[in-house]
């Protein structure tokens, strides 16, 4: 047998860097998905090229499940013949899959706890440094050192997305508290400040299992003790929850109620196959209409242009099927039945973040996040046992391994290119110079993966310009693989521009039937109605306007 040891060298350094890069990235970068699949995409080339490589997936005990999962993924979208979507929504799921499998089956991944535990830790402080710094002084400090005038988004300032990385990353502070012991209780502590500043409802039950899954797997069982706390901490949350029940539901519940329809909507009209991996986002303005027109929940006044359906398990439904949901609990089981619990030092944190990150997937998309789904991946692969075969890898395996890499590298960097385009052109657009933001976003549509959101920025811009018939040829490509309430809109003004009222009307109709209470739509629609002497239609909107 091969030491297994013997992968710990080239392991090591990267995991750590990739794990505090992930955590970097989401902390000081706007973007919700570029930068951080950049860093997985250069970690998943230098595993493949100078580590394991792909050898290491025959010697996974996840290669079944794992490889059934992202084989669906793509079986879904050519099912449907949305093979179009494949390239941007099919990658970051196969590359947390193959840094899970590489991981899992490398057998020197687990040795590598030290450097997780670290990074966990590290993780830990820096993010919940930054959140309280953020919540208490929003501009005086961070003004100065990210040179806007406003802190913009950041996927790791958002409150219930911390929580979620919180949640995931706390539990591994139990592991190494007994020799670094200050540095975890500052870390534990800024934690816990943070997660109470981040009042995230759905933290709640998140935690709870966490703390359940870690409390059993170190002690064993449930004392009397913990029992106690955790029913003062029911009560708590109770108290929590029913102080706050109309902010929950009008917030949280009754827009979450109305996606997940729509998500059961897309469910019904493909049980098997799904709409493809990557759809949610195109579809969901029709399903949203088609709920409303049918079993009308309220009238949503803001433009409802989800990308996912804040539960994970419905949008596995929703885009992937009944099998795709199959697929992903036995890849779960998988794990369970071949997990290393000789160390529950290693396997209680990893057990327990998992099953708080599994519980707030019922109310949010922790799995699609990078910050949360990638070292996820590494934590579950460098927590399985697995053994290194006999024998050097082969040739055309070891070919095969150079080819993905190299891959690899170049999604990183056509990812970096038109994120940069996209960004540049957005800066331009707000400076008001169109004609620039035009052009830059041209540029960056031609490296994007799936262009829809910057063909939406050029068109937006086009219609700024004046351009009104370019602008609409950019927004009919934006359609292509992106839809929004946004976008019929800013098409709708296009076409009346042009003088094609007729289809102005058919957008603007729709922009309606998906959020009814849009009041600049229903405004418009007044104005052009009473132009063309429909009053009756006129006055039918109107009637939605408060009176002035």
Not at 64 to 72: D, H, V
Not at 134 to 144: D, G, H, M, N, R
Not at 162 to 173: E, G, K, N, Q, S
Not at 283 to 298: A, C, I, K, M, T
Request: net charge positive; hydrophobic share 50%.
């Amino acid at each position: 047998m091969a030491n297994p040891i013997s992968y710990k060298v080239i392991l090591r350094p990267p995991l750590f860097v990739f794990l505090v890069g992930v955590v970097f990235t989401g902390l000081f970068f706007d973007s919700f998905y570029a930068p951080k699949t950049v860093v997985a995409a250069v970690y998943l080339g230098v595993l493949l090229i100078f580590g394991p490589g792909i050898g290491a997936l025959r010697n996974s005990p996840l290669k079944y499940p794992a490889g059934a999962l992202i084989t669906w993924a793509f079986l879904s979208l050519a099912l449907q013949s949305r093979l179009e979507f494949a390239s941007g929504n099919i990658l970051g799921l196969g590359a947390a899959l193959l840094i899970l499998m590489i991981i899992s089956g490398s057998g020197g991944g687990f040795q590598d706890r030290k450097g997780i535990i670290t990074a966990a830790a590290a993780g830990v402080f820096a993010v919940s440094l930054y959140s309280i710094i953020q919540y208490y002084f929003p501009a005086s400090v961070l003004e100065k050192f990210r040179g806007t005038a406003r802190v913009p988004f950041s996927t790791l300032g958002n409150r219930t997305y911390v929580a979620d990385f919180l949640i995931l990353f706390i539990p591994f502070l139990f592991s190494g508290i007994k020799k670094m012991k200050t540095f975890y209780l500052i870390s534990g502590a800024l934690g816990v400040w943070t997660l109470l500043l981040a009042r995230s409802w759905r933290s709640l039950p998140a935690a709870a299992a966490a703390i359940s899954v870690m409390f059993i797997l170190k002690r064993g069982k449930i004392s009397r003790s913990y029992a106690l706390i955790a029913a003062a901490g029911a009560l708590g949350a109770s108290v929590f929850v029913f102080v706050n029940r109309e902010n929950i539901s009008e917030r949280h519940l009754r827009p979450r109620l109305l996606m997940w329809e729509a998500g059961l909507e897309m469910f019904r009209d493909a049980p098997v196959t799904g709409q493809g991996t990557g759809t949610f986002a195109r579809l969901y303005p029709y399903y949203q209409s088609r709920v409303l027109r049918n079993e009308p929940l309220g009238l949503p006044s803001r433009a409802a242009t989800p990308e996912r359906a804040n539960n994970e398990y419905m949008h596995m439904l929703a885009e992937r099927g009944f099998p795709g949901l199959l697929i992903f609990i036995w890849l779960i089981l998988c794990w369970v039945k071949n997990a290393d619990f000789s160390d529950r030092n290693f396997i209680a944190p990893v057990a327990a973040g998992s099953a708080g990150l599994l519980v707030s997937a019922f109310f949010g998309f922790p799995l699609h996040r990078p910050e949360t789904l990638f070292p996820l991946a590494v934590f579950m692969g460098a927590s399985v046992r697995a053994s290194v075969p006999e024998g050097a890898e082969k040739r055309s395996v070891k070919f095969l391994s150079y080819i993905l890499g190299v891959s690899a590298f170049a999604i990183a960097f056509l990812i970096t290119v038109s994120q940069v385009m996209h960004e540049r052109a957005a800066r331009e657009f707000k400076a008001g110079n169109y004609g620039s933001a035009a052009h830059l976003s041209s540029e960056g549509a031609s490296w994007a993966l799936l262009p829809g959101k910057i063909y939406f920025l050029r068109g937006r811009a086009l219609y700024r310009k004046g351009s009104y018939a370019e602008s609409v040829e950019a927004f009919g490509k934006a359609l292509e693989t992106y839809s929004s309430v946004g976008l019929y809109y800013s098409r709708a003004l296009a076409y009346f521009s042009l003088g094609q009222v007729e289809k102005g009307l058919e957008d603007m109709e729709f922009v309606i039937s998906v959020t009814p209470g849009h009041r600049r739509a229903r405004r418009l629609l007044a104005e052009v109605y009473g132009r063309l002497g429909m009053d009756r239609h006129a006055e039918h909107h109107k009637s939605f306007l408060p009176e002035e």
